[in-house]
């Protein structure tokens, strides 16, 4: 959520970013005090959204504290340039920061223009990641060494303090006028039970990036897990899988069946055998001939993608695509489907990644068309639910609305026997660095299709995405994730989707 030139508060985006697992941003070159104002304000309803306004405080200073320091470490860049000083030189270091405090107070509004024509940003970032809330404060430029080891002294001297009285009446920094806040923010972390892991400092070529995690309050983790949990044993409510694709599934699960077998007992489903033929036959196989029947169809496709059409096929027919918000939903799932199949295709070289990937995509999403089909008995049950146990009304109401919803599929997913990477698939598309190791390359490639879709829609922008699958794609510019995403985009159009 870019800031807007009239910096009004847009509490519907805000909602609508938590339930979906999305990011919000605010991105400033020189932060003025009207910004400061605005990134308070939209961290207030941030966190009245999750019932958390009792961290408001706490999490006010963090951000001020961040951001100051990243506004500084960008002033620094350019005054360093204009000098004629290179900041990674440790003598150019001392020599620069021993006449920066007082020049740049003294003009400080020439270093800040000079900032903005360099394009040096600082992105505030709120997100609800499963059980946790992040707050991120991005500055692209990559902190030296001296400036890193100096972090490190900071949060090294916090654990000496008891209280934030002992910080104050001990810390002494003058040669940079800085350290006693970081000191302080750590400290008040602690005041919230946390420990040295809730903050960290990830630097890049191109970016510094703070971070902080902080788990939800129990009764809010607790609230979501008891209705979450209610909602996936409640699913019996739901139809089970069609018989015939059972039957497919018992066959394949079968040691004495065989090929033709299973091609006999697909064929006793048309839609089935349509489905499959379309997908055997789309850009997906690369196939140089048109296949047309389902005994060669079967061979093509292998035990292993049968298994993974029926996990998709059978949902859908669960789910179904009656109204329009399924619809749009299942058509946001192909698209994220089709991207992620192309990046595992173009990017790796993993058969068994290719054979997951479509259905992962084509399934991550499933937690949110679960609640467009559950019966209005199991809505009025949740809500009784709700009071007997003395949770919010509103905890329903942001389930409903898609929160927590990569974990409502995944439970619902394991109700179902899908497979262990599938379920992570599920489970961590919105949370890729909390993936178990084994699963990482298929979250990856699910969460960027995912991003990729959001980007394209402009819900997010380049400097939301999370650098981890980046990485792993060897992606490192917008440009290049640009291109990447129009040639998905056209291949799309020519699939024919719509």
Same mark, same amino acid.
């Given at each position: 959520?870019?800031?807007?030139?009239?910096?009004?508060?847009?509490?519907?985006?805000?909602?609508?970013?938590?339930?979906?697992?999305?990011?919000?941003?605010?991105?400033?070159?020189?932060?003025?005090?009207?910004?400061?104002?605005?990134?308070? $304000?939209?961290?207030?309803?941030?966190?009245?959204?999750?019932?958390?306004?009792?961290?408001?405080? &706490?999490?006010?200073?963090?951000?001020?504290?961040?951001?100051?320091?990243?506004?500084? %470490?960008? +002033?620094?860049?350019?005054?360093?340039?204009?000098?004629?000083?290179?900041?990674?030189?440790? %003598?150019?270091?001392?020599?620069? !920061?021993? +006449?920066?405090?007082?020049?740049?107070?003294?003009?400080?509004?020439?270093?800040?223009?000079?900032?903005?024509?360099?394009?040096?940003?600082?992105?505030?970032?709120?997100?609800?990641?499963?059980?946790?809330?992040?707050?991120?404060?991005?500055?692209?430029? +990559?902190?030296?060494?001296?400036?890193?080891?100096?972090?490190?002294?900071?949060?090294?001297?916090?654990?000496?303090?008891?209280?934030?009285?002992?910080?104050?009446?001990?810390?002494?920094?003058?040669?940079?006028?800085?350290?006693?806040?970081?000191?302080?923010?750590?400290?008040?972390?602690?005041?919230?039970?946390?420990?040295?892991? %809730?903050? +960290?400092?990830?630097? =890049?070529?191109?970016?510094?990036?703070?971070?902080?995690?902080?788990?939800?309050?129990?009764?809010?983790?607790?609230?979501?897990?008891?209705?979450?949990?209610?909602? %996936?044993?409640?699913?019996?409510?739901?139809?089970?899988?069609?018989?015939?694709? #059972?039957?497919? $599934?018992?066959?394949?699960?079968?040691?004495?069946?065989?090929?033709?077998?299973?091609?006999?007992?697909?064929?006793?489903?048309?839609?089935?055998?349509?489905?499959?033929?379309?997908?055997?036959?789309?850009? /997906?196989?690369?196939?140089?001939?048109?296949? *047309?029947?389902?005994?060669?169809?079967?061979? !093509?496709?292998?035990?292993?993608?049968?298994?993974?059409?029926?996990?998709?096929?059978?949902?859908?027919?669960?789910? @179904?695509?009656?109204?329009?918000?399924?619809?749009?939903?299942?058509?946001?799932?192909?698209?994220?489907?089709? &991207?992620?199949?192309?990046?595992?295709?173009?990017?790796?070289? *993993?058969? @068994?990644?290719?054979?997951?990937?479509?259905?992962?995509? !084509?399934?991550? *999403?499933?937690?949110?068309?679960?609640?467009?089909?559950?019966?209005?008995?199991?809505?009025?049950?949740?809500?009784?639910?709700?009071?007997?146990?003395?949770?919010?009304?509103? =905890?329903?109401?942001?389930?409903?609305?898609?929160?927590?919803?990569?974990?409502?599929?995944?439970?619902?997913?394991?109700?179902?026997?899908?497979?262990?990477?599938?379920?992570?698939?599920?489970?961590?598309?919105?949370?890729?660095?909390?993936?178990?190791?084994?699963?990482?390359?298929?979250?990856?490639?699910?969460?960027?299709?995912?991003?990729?879709?959001?980007?394209?829609?402009?819900?997010?922008?380049?400097?939301?995405?999370?650098?981890?699958?980046?990485?792993?794609?060897?992606?490192?510019?917008?440009? /290049?994730?640009?291109?990447?995403?129009?040639?998905?985009?056209?291949?799309? #159009?020519?699939?024919?989707?719509?």
């Amino acid at each position: 959520m870019n800031s807007a030139p009239e910096l009004v508060v847009d509490e519907e985006k805000i909602r609508k970013a938590i339930q979906s697992g999305l990011p919000l941003t605010i991105t400033t070159y020189t932060l003025p005090k009207e910004i400061e104002v605005y990134i308070e $304000q939209v961290t207030d309803v941030f966190l009245r959204q999750m019932n958390q306004i009792k961290l408001k405080d &706490y999490i006010i200073y963090c951000i001020q504290e961040l951001v100051v320091n990243a506004k500084k %470490a960008n +002033t620094k860049r350019v005054y360093f340039t204009e000098r004629g000083l290179n900041i990674h030189n440790d %003598a150019d270091y001392e020599t620069g !920061m021993k +006449t920066f405090k007082e020049d740049t107070i003294s003009n400080i509004a020439h270093y800040l223009q000079l900032q903005k024509e360099k394009g040096y940003y600082i992105k505030v970032i709120l997100q609800v990641k499963r059980n946790t809330i992040l707050v991120e404060i991005r500055n692209n430029v +990559t902190a030296t060494k001296k400036e890193r080891l100096r972090i490190q002294d900071k949060m090294a001297r916090s654990r000496q303090y008891g209280s934030l009285e002992d910080a104050l009446a001990q810390v002494l920094d003058d040669s940079e006028g800085a350290g006693l806040g970081l000191v302080i923010l750590v400290l008040m972390l602690k005041k919230l039970g946390l420990d040295d892991d %809730a903050f +960290t400092l990830k630097t =890049t070529d191109k970016l510094t990036i703070a971070s902080i995690q902080i788990p939800l309050d129990q009764a809010t983790v607790k609230g979501m897990s008891v209705l979450s949990e209610e909602i %996936a044993q409640s699913i019996n409510s739901l139809p089970q899988f069609p018989e015939n694709i #059972m039957m497919i $599934q018992k066959l394949i699960n079968d040691p004495d069946s065989d090929m033709p077998k299973i091609a006999r007992q697909i064929s006793m489903d048309p839609a089935l055998t349509g489905d499959l033929l379309k997908i055997v036959n789309s850009a /997906q196989y690369m196939l140089s001939k048109k296949v *047309d029947n389902i005994s060669d169809a079967v061979k !093509m496709i292998g035990i292993k993608g049968i298994k993974n059409l029926l996990y998709s096929y059978g949902t859908q027919k669960i789910l @179904g695509d009656d109204t329009i918000d399924k619809k749009k939903l299942w058509e946001h799932s192909y698209k994220t489907a089709f &991207y992620a199949f192309n990046l595992a295709k173009n990017f790796k070289n *993993d058969q @068994g990644l290719l054979d997951d990937v479509y259905v992962g995509g !084509m399934l991550h *999403d499933m937690g949110k068309i679960i609640f467009s089909s559950v019966h209005p008995d199991l809505i009025n049950r949740m809500k009784n639910l709700c009071s007997d146990k003395n949770l919010p009304t509103s =905890t329903f109401e942001d389930l409903s609305a898609g929160l927590n919803h990569a974990e409502i599929g995944a439970l619902i997913a394991e109700k179902w026997n899908f497979p262990d990477k599938l379920v992570a698939a599920i489970r961590f598309h919105h949370d890729p660095e909390s993936a178990p190791l084994d699963c990482k390359d298929l979250v990856d490639t699910v969460y960027l299709a995912n991003m990729f879709c959001e980007y394209e829609n402009k819900n997010v922008s380049y400097d939301q995405f999370d650098l981890s699958p980046l990485d792993n794609f060897r992606f490192n510019s917008q440009k /290049q994730v640009d291109t990447l995403i129009e040639r998905l985009s056209q291949g799309f #159009m020519r699939e024919g989707q719509f």
